[in-house]
């Protein structure tokens, strides 16, 4: 007892695992008891016995076994956790049970097993008992079947899956053990119970006796259908329903249900697929084509045995289908013919659906067939097309159908209609729509007036058939003019019809109606998505008629497509003739004055042509009061039109009797039944008047009123013919007015698109401009109705008319067309019903897509075309994709028989040359616009290959394929694609960029679809593989996708698909299912049908046919309020009244006075209130990834007590239209209502958010434009964003950061950067932190970049948490894969790095060695040294705005004088970055200590050459010393406001944008004053020059920074050119612009015309227009000679230089013309000297040889003209001026002027003496004086040379001395300013020296002359240094310039000797040559820089007189700071 007292103790648990039986018998018996006392089923109990279960089950004691299985049996019904045992049980029960001789284990083992089964485990169950199957020992097989048995007995074949049972069936019947195969014969009789027929071809193989047992057995089978006894825990409640109600059949929907399931059982389903294609004969190919019929026949023999399969497997059939078709059409053996009918027969049998995309090709074939006599030829055929039209729709295959029902031949007109009458029999009501119904109808009527009585016959047949299937409701309209006896006929036919297929499809189809009206209709359809709009009509009578009554009042007002139609589209309503169109047979005059004057007044007739107009008028007023009473069913309209017509008729003269003539002609039409008959009797008299002046309105009412009596499409048409018969421009062109105005007014249904743009081309092609117009006017209209697709049949017109055409257009682009207000005769009745409006709309649509003329294109697609598409060269691909793309493109619209180019594109999709793919791509994207909705038939063929691109490995070819399956969904509606296998098959290739693509375009379609066919469930288990993809994007998009797949198919379906996943594969799938159920979107509301198609069924462009409907509440309410308001109100609500109520039903009279009020009204504490609501959770928290409709209702009802009624209703409008108009009141609202806005921020904010989640880009535009308003307002009002606001904006604006559009990213930047001014940055930053996780890469580079502006602007601080770790999750980025981002990571890091120095490594942290060298390489090249702090470290509010303002407004406020202090003020607000980032700490001078400084001075000095001094000469802006405002001594006004304009000036050639258009406001502020404007005399050149080196700037890097917004760069250029044009204006400073420097500007200003980047830009236009205007403005300002010698050396260099372009050239030369036109003025002020010697060296350069040798001649003959001018506006003279060339044989001018003054001369004959001897004293007088400049010039030419310069000064200063009269000025006139105070300079020092004063002292200081060089004198100018060709000056220059200036202050020069003063200066005596402006810059800054030294000694000496004779100023301060300066540039150098 020992022992069994131990395992006594144990817990149950234990014992049951305890290895003694009785412990364990023990254990399963208290388990038991436990398990029975346990109530709740989710106790934790149960877990602990979840793995023990099997144990008890498959335990080794028999005994103890069958109490574990009883234990086993409790803890499965009762226990939460036990189906998480299934598997590991139920094969036990199979291994260890099944095999035990006790009956009772095995009961037991078989009611664990259904149990299992109602804990909803089935398919696991089933699953083990299936491999029980294959167990050897025959017991377990025959308990497993058994248990199969009873499962399938008690659950029914819902639950059961019957497939895999009837795969393994064949194999039981064919087992050795009796028992086994009783048993396979028991399930058998089972099964057969639940699906009767379907079983039998399963088993037609298996051993015949079995087989008639099996006959025998079910025949004894009830027939009634079987029902489960049994029910699964989730239908437990239907099970308690059927114990109630025994009779559950129509009441119990599970019953009903179920029943419905049982014949929905297909054997084919049950079938294996058969693989035949590998089977076919290998000769099979040859056989065929071969000439022996005998060897055809074989070939054909053995496809028939393999098609005789009776399910074949999926695989590429196209050749077979090509073989057997060539047969069908070509063979000339009948029989072979019906041999090849029997194959097709049998594909079609055996593929199903699948070879439904060979239908198309093959019924035009077998159609044309019928024309063989013979019946069994007939009869394959038949059930050829018959089995074919089973796996396509009717709509597929409609086009071939209707274009052979016109064939001649009667056989062939007889088998089409009834193949027509047979289809018909599997339609259902909403599979055969109107639109399909309509052209069959036709069709078939004109089939039952045929000659061919059997041709009537079946034409009868079809529309009986018809009858029978839609109903008489749906065909009357087409049967209008049917005579009685035919229509008795059709309906004695109708009668007769069984829809037998129909009842087979579904027996309960009838019953199933009535409940599941939508749902079935648009899965069933046929016709696609395009007729989901049908879904009301199979449901009965009585849910019709609801809506109808709802509406009140006629419905028809707001219908687009209500007007007309061709035919008899007007007869909708049956209540007697009203509507019907009106036949009239033509009457005799004599009739007609008879019929007249039985209801006219005798004297009316008599007078008609009385010779009296007031008689005439008299007549017609009584013919009009007579009109006017007359009842219209007595009103003979025919007789009255007649008499009016009579003589003298529409001649009428009196313009009067006209009038009332054609009022009476509209009375009639209006009031009577006017008739086509009585129209053509008027129309042509009122197009004749249409363009009369006085009558034209008349005519056109008259036309307006027979219209809507006639229908627009027929009068149009015949209007329209007319008045482009004759040739009366002014009528043509109202005609086309009164036709744009019509169809505004009738809608644009039923017109013929192709007969208006004949007659539109002739009015476009007329010479009248009016009619021109008129004709783009009334494109425009056409454009509203038809969409883009108009603008193809007007490609070929001239492009200056093409674009009045498109402007036209483009005018009309994003309106709607107006909902028609006419054209639904008033008088009809009113009885229309719902659910034919409902369709209406579609038709409308439909007719557009049928007008656009399609022309026929299989013949050009040849054989030859399609072998090179399939050739193996690349090229010869290319030729002939080239071909088909080019036949397609003529063609513009298509039809969609192309041949057999599918086959061929389809190869080249999987083409080696991914150009060529891409090529095929475009192509098949243009097929699809072309061929439009009928490219559905090419889905499964060539659609689908191109899903299978999706997969390619390069993006652009992926990018590609998805806008071409856009592009044919767009045409196509989803249908199509989502038929069938194909889709699935694609996403079962484990591709992660197809899967993603195509899982990405799926999530993006499936939520706009209404309902899906049933095959989206077969995606299904592909969509779970995709969920655990290795791949993290696919996964991405498998979750995005999982809610849009759930929408449609339910949880449910998509839950218990799990139910294959691997346990731990569930779980997960099952929670994202969960997830996904939360963010499940609703379907799109039925309603939208009537608006829209949905899922672009129809093509887009025809969308706006329908569109009003949206806005028929407002456009039919608003303009003229009616009294007759319950109208209005049923419009509305009949419209919305299925539209969830997006928009409320109470549109009444108010509408216009309630938009006066304030939009926003303020309530109290109410943004409190809800974000109290919001932090208590009684409201949903604003966060989602998007937006469902719980929270769009939410934010509905927070706005309805704030927002006024009318705005909410367009903010929450389906239609974006509505959108943007609520956008643009509240735009215009945000001024006046500041407070509201506020207090609505909360608000309008979530509703922006919602924007942002449409598609529509001109919504996101707007409300981007709105949102910079808002934060510019709430940053004026000094608003702080609250918490709430910002969470539950910011996340989503940043969303849009990463826009495609560059422009959408733009203004998204531009609003975050406004927020910092409402919402601290510190804030922000996590945000945007947040936002570079995102997956879109672009919003991850734009937001890293955003960081580093915040990091830039508002320091560290901003970096949250701490800067260590945002700067760690920036770091990430650097190895991102996308270069963007990576550049933007390195970006930020660097701008982190200038702010924050080496540290940033630290915060860093580790780096890949990879990220970190790239970060190191960046920063080296960003070459910045961090600056000592950020600008601002601001934090709230930061002053980003305000420095600017107060910087630009510097210059406004005072006058010159007070320009300095202004600009100290601005410095010391450190507002400019350029003044406190570039100066480096050592550069800043100590000004206190400058200002203390008053010590005696030591006089050494370091040796500055050993020094690199190039640094001095660095433009470095040094702050101005706060010394100006304390020195009361530093009155000098001029010098202060001078280095004030210095420092501005240097600031416009600035790197940064804003710091240049600064600078650049405050000189054009200064320039548009006339008082200030001559502060800038002086600094013109300086000012150019920094201008033009902005010009560079920009034009080098600026405009290649992408990074850069354009419109900043076109704000700095307007800047620029503004400024000049200022300048420019002012002669007196233009004049002061120096040659070297107007040569630069020009050469700037010629770069930026041609700059083709700016062209480019959207006011690039405009930029270059001023640019021309500036340049037009420098030459006639400018000093002439400078300009034109600037124009001369540009010219030169510009031919010169290789790189020039040929344009540049051209522009200087014409820049020339323009001065040479301008000479004859302006000679006398130029010096020609100079202008000569340009010209030398000009030729020089380029002898005329060189010249002619240049591509132009433009050139030489530039030059030619100019010397032309001079010669004829100087006469002989212009040889007096070659004074400044030195040799002048150097080149051909002198004699050329001199052959020009000769060939002048010999024109004006005056070759005398007398002139002859002028002539010579005229030379010998020219040769002394050229002697004396020659001196004079040799002289000049030393003082300008390196070596000679002193002794060129001494000679000169010898030969003043000598000739005191001589006149040297005209050689210093035309130099630079430097070059002439140095040579005064040099003058006065030799005449001291001679004098005797010796060598100035070191310590005295300067001299005053010496000032002059120190303190630039306002008029000093830029020096020009440099050689001719404007070579740079190397720093030997400076060097010796520096010795000067020490020479000047007294300081010794070693080598004193070799110190040339001022190296090449110039290089021509007094020739100032054009130089390099950066030189000239770096002097003028180091001019800048003494100035700036000079004003700090004044300061310091200003007690010190200025005297003329003593020296003034030390210059031992100067000395000391440059000291200094060299000091700490060394210093900080090392």
Sequence with gaps: MGDDSEWLKLPVDQKCEHKLWKARLNGYEEALKIFQKIKDEKSPEWSKYLGLIKKFVTDSNAVVQLKGLEAALVYVENAHVAGKTTGEVVSGVVSKVFNQPKAKAKELGIEICLMYIEIEKGETVQEELLKGLDNKNPKIIVACIETLRKALSEFGSKIILLKPIIKVLPKLFESREKAVRDEAKLIAVEIYRWIRDALRPPLQNINSVQLKELEEEWVKLPTGAPKPTRFLRSQQELEAKLEQQQSADEDAEGGGDSGEEVQQIDAYELLEAVEILSKLPKDFYDKIEAKKWQERKEALEAVEVLVKNPKLEAGDYADLVKALKKVVGKDTNVMLVALAAKCLTGLAVGLRKKFGQYAGHV???????????????????????????????????????????????????????????????????????????????????????????????????????????????????????????????????????????????????????????????????????????????????????????????????????????????????????????????????????????????????????????????????????????????????????????????????????????????????????????????????????????????????????????????????????????????????????????????????????????????????????????????????????????????????????????????????????????????????????????????????????????????????????????????????????????????????????????????????????????????????????????????????????????????????????????????????????????????????????????????????????????????????????????????????????????????????????????????????????EKAKANMPAKPAPAKAASKPVGGSAPAKFQPVSAPVEDSVSSSVEPKPDPKKAKTVGVSSKIKNTQGKKVPNKTGLKEDDDKSGPIFIVVPNGKEQRMKDEKGLKVLKWNFTTPRDEYIEQLKIQMSSCVAKWLQDEMFHSDFQHHNKALAVMVDHLESEKEGVIGCLDLILKWLTLRFFDTNTSVLMKALEYLKLLFTLLSDEEYHLTENEASSFIPYLILKVGEPKDVIRKDVRAILNRMCLVYPASKMFPFIMEGTKSKNAKQRAECLEELGCLVESYGMNVCQPTPGKALKEIAIHIGDRDNAVRNAALNTIVTVYNVYGDQVF??????????????????????????????????????????????????????????????????????????????????????????????????????????????????????????????????????????????????????????????????????????????????????????????????????????????????????????????????????????????????????????????????????????????????????????????????????????????????????????????????????????????????????????????????????????????????????????????????????????????????????????????????????????????????????????????????????????????????????????????????RMIEMEREGKGHIPTSTGISPQMEVTCVPTPTSTVSSIGNTNGEEVGPSVYLERLKILRQRCGLDNTKQDDRPPLTSLLSKPAVPTVVSSTDMLHSKLSQLRESREQHQHSDLDSNQTHSSGTMTTSSTANIDDLKKRLERIKSSRK
């Design 363 to 1073: 019924v035009p074939t077998i159609l044309e067939k019928f024309k063989e006599k013979k019946p069994q030829v007939v009869q394959a055929l038949q059930e050829a097309i018959d089995a074919i039209f089973l796996t396509t729709t009717l709509q597929n295959i409609s086009e071939d159908v209707l274009a052979v029902m016109d064939n001649k031949n009667p056989t062939i007109k007889q088998q089409t209609s009834l193949f027509i009458a047979r289809s018909f029999r599997h339609c259902t009501a909403s599979t055969l729509p109107k639109s399909l119904l309509k052209p069959f109808c036709a069709a078939l009527l004109k089939h039952i007036n045929d000659s061919a009585l059997e041709v009537r016959d079946a034409a009868f047949e079809a529309l009986g058939t018809a009858l029978k299937v839609v109903g008489e409701k749906a065909v009357n309209p087409f049967l209008a003019d049917v005579d009685k006896l035919k229509l008795d006929k059709i309906k004695e036919c109708s009668e007769k019809v069984e829809l037998v297929h129909g009842k087979k499809a579904g027996a309960a189809a009838d019953k199933k109606e009535v409940k599941t009206g939508p749902g079935r209709t648009a899965a069933s359809g046929a016709a696609g998505d395009k007729e989901t709009k049908d879904t009301s009509a199979p449901k009965p009578g009585p849910l019709k008629k609801a809506p109808a009554a709802k509406a009140g009042g006629p419905p028809k007002k707001g219908k687009p497509a209500a007007p007309g139609g061709t035919g008899s589209i007007g007869t909708k309503n049956k209540k007697g003739l009203d509507t019907k169109e009106i036949v009239e047979a033509e009457l005799s005059i004599e009739v007609c004055e008879e019929k007249a004057s039985a209801v006219l007044p005798s004297t009316c007739i008599q007078l008609l042509d009385s010779s009296n107009w007031k008689e005439r008028l008299a007549c017609m007023e009584e013919f009009q009061k007579a009109v006017e009473l007359m009842d219209r069913t007595e009103m003979p309209c025919q007789a009255l039109v007649r008499m009016l017509a009579k003589k003298p008729g529409w001649k009428e003269t009196n313009f009067q009797v006209m009038q009332m003539k054609l009022h009476i002609v509209a009375l009639i039409a209006q009031k009577g039944n006017f008739s086509k008959t009585s129209a053509q009797v008027v129309l042509d008299g009122l197009v004749d008047k249409i363009g009369d002046v006085k009558c034209g309105n008349n005519a056109k009412e008259a036309m307006t009123a027979i219209a809507e009596a006639c229908m627009l499409p027929w009068t149009a048409e015949q209007v329209m013919s007319m008045a482009f018969s004759q040739k009366n421009p002014k009528n043509q062109s109202e005609t086309l007015n009164w036709l744009s105005n019509a169809i505004k007014e009738f809608g644009f249904s039923g017109l013929n698109v192709k007969a208006f743009i004949s007659n539109v081309k002739t009015a476009l092609a007329a010479t009248n401009p009016a009619v021109r117009t008129s004709a783009i006017t009334l494109l425009g209209v056409m454009y509203l109705y038809v969409g883009p697709s108009l603008r193809m049949f007007f490609e070929d017109e001239k492009p200056a008319l093409l674009s009045q055409i498109d402007a036209e257009f483009e005018k009309m682009q994003g309106q709607s067309p107006p909902a028609p207000t006419r054209g639904i005769s008033k008088h009809s009745t009113s009885t229309a019903d719902e659910g034919e409006d409902a369709e209406e709309p579609d038709e409308g649509g439909n007719d557009v897509v049928d007008f656009l003329p399609r022309a026929e294109i299989s013949d050009k697609i040849t054989s030859e075309l399609v072998s090179k598409i399939s050739d193996k060269n690349w090229k010869i691909r290319k030729e002939g994709l080239d071909e088909v793309a080019s036949i397609i493109n003529e063609a513009k619209f298509i039809q969609p028989n192309i041949g057999e180019l599918p086959a061929a594109l389809k190869g080249r999709l999987n083409d080696s040359n991914k150009i060529l793919v891409q090529q095929t791509l475009n192509i098949l994207q243009q097929l699809a616009v072309a061929m439009g909705p009928n490219i559905k038939q090419h889905v499964k063929n060539l659609g689908i290959p191109i899903i299978t691109v999706l997969g390619d490995s390069k993006n652009n070819v992926r990018a590609a394929a998805l806008a071409t399956v856009n592009a044919w969904a767009e045409q196509t509606g989803m249908k199509e694609w989502l038929e069938g296998e194909d889709l699935s098959e694609e996403l079962k290739k484990e591709n992660p960029f197809l899967r993603q693509e195509l899982l990405g375009w799926l999530a993006e379609k499936l939520p706009t679809l209404r309902s899906t066919p049933s095959d989206l469930i077969l995606c299904v288990p592909h969509l779970y593989s995709c969920l655990e993809d290795r791949n993290g994007d696919v996964r991405k998009k498998a979750q995005d996708a999982l809610p849009f797949f759930m929408m449609h198919l339910g949880y449910e379906k998509m839950a218990k698909a799990t139910g294959k996943l691997k346990p731990t594969s569930k779980d997960q799938v099952l929670a994202m299912l």
């Design 1402 to 1883: 630290k915060l860093i942290g580790n780096l890949s060695e990879k990220d970190m060298s790239m970060l190191e390489e960046r920063i080296k090249r960003s070459a910045k040294r961090p600056s000592a702090a950020p600008i601002k470290q601001v934090e709230e509010k930061p002053q980003r705005t305000q420095n600017i303002s107060s910087n630009a407004n510097m210059l406004r406020k005072g006058p010159a004088e007070d320009m300095s202090s202004k600009l100290n003020q601005a410095r010391s607000m450190s507002g400019h970055p350029e003044a406190a980032q570039t100066v480096r700490r050592e550069f800043q001078l100590d000004l206190d200590e400058i200002e203390n400084d008053n010590g005696t001075v030591r006089c050494e000095m370091p040796e500055l050459v050993q020094h690199k001094l190039d640094d001095i000469f660095e433009p470095v802006l040094i702050p101005e010393p706060k010394i100006r405002a304390v020195s009361p001594h530093f009155d000098d006004m001029h010098s202060n406001t001078a280095s004030t304009i210095n420092f501005i000036i240097s600031q416009v050639a600035s790197s940064d944008i804003n710091t240049s258009i600064q600078a650049l406001t405050q000189i054009d502020e200064v320039l548009r004053q006339e008082d200030k404007a001559e502060a800038m005399s002086g600094h013109i050149d300086q000012f150019l020059i920094a201008t033009f080196m902005q010009l560079r700037l920009i034009y080098n890097t600026h405009m290649a920074d992408e990074k850069l917004e354009k419109d900043e760069i076109i704000k700095l250029y307007s800047c620029i050119i503004g400024n000049m044009i200022s300048l420019f204006q002012i002669e007196s400073l233009a004049r002061e612009a120096s040659t070297g420097v107007l040569k630069d500007l020009m050469h700037g200003l010629i770069t930026l015309m041609l700059d083709s980047r700016i062209e480019d830009l959207e006011e690039g236009q405009q930029v270059i227009r001023s640019v021309n205007l500036l340049v037009v403005k420098v030459l006639e300002k400018s000093d002439q000679t400078n300009i034109l010698s600037a124009l001369l050396v540009l010219l030169q260099d510009s031919l010169l230089a290789t790189a020039s372009s040929p344009k540049f050239s051209e522009l200087v030369m014409k820049c020339l013309w323009r001065m040479v036109r301008l000479l004859p003025d302006t000679i006398n002020s130029i010096n020609l000297d100079r202008i000569l010697l340009d010209i030398h060296i000009f030729m020089k350069v380029f002898p005329k040889e060189k010249l002619k040798q240049c591509k132009s001649e433009f050139p030489i003959r530039t030059l030619k003209t100019l010397l032309h001018t001079l010669c004829k506006l100087k006469g002989p003279k212009i040889l007096d001026h070659l004074t400044m060339i030195d040799n002048k044989n150097e080149s051909e001018l002198e004699a050329h002027l001199c052959r020009m003054m000769k060939h002048s001369m010999d024109q004006t004959g005056s070759k005398s003496d007398k002139e002859t001897e002028k002539g010579a004293s005229r030379i010998d007088e020219k040769s002394s004086k050229a002697k004396v400049n020659d001196f004079l010039a040799e002289i000049f030419k030393k003082i300008g040379s390196k070596e000679n310069t002193k002794e060129g000064l001494a000679e000169l200063y010898e030969y003043k001395k000598k000739y005191s009269d001589a006149d040297i000025e005209p050689f210093l006139k035309n130099s630079s300013q430097f070059f002439q105070n140095y040579v005064e300079r040099g003058l």
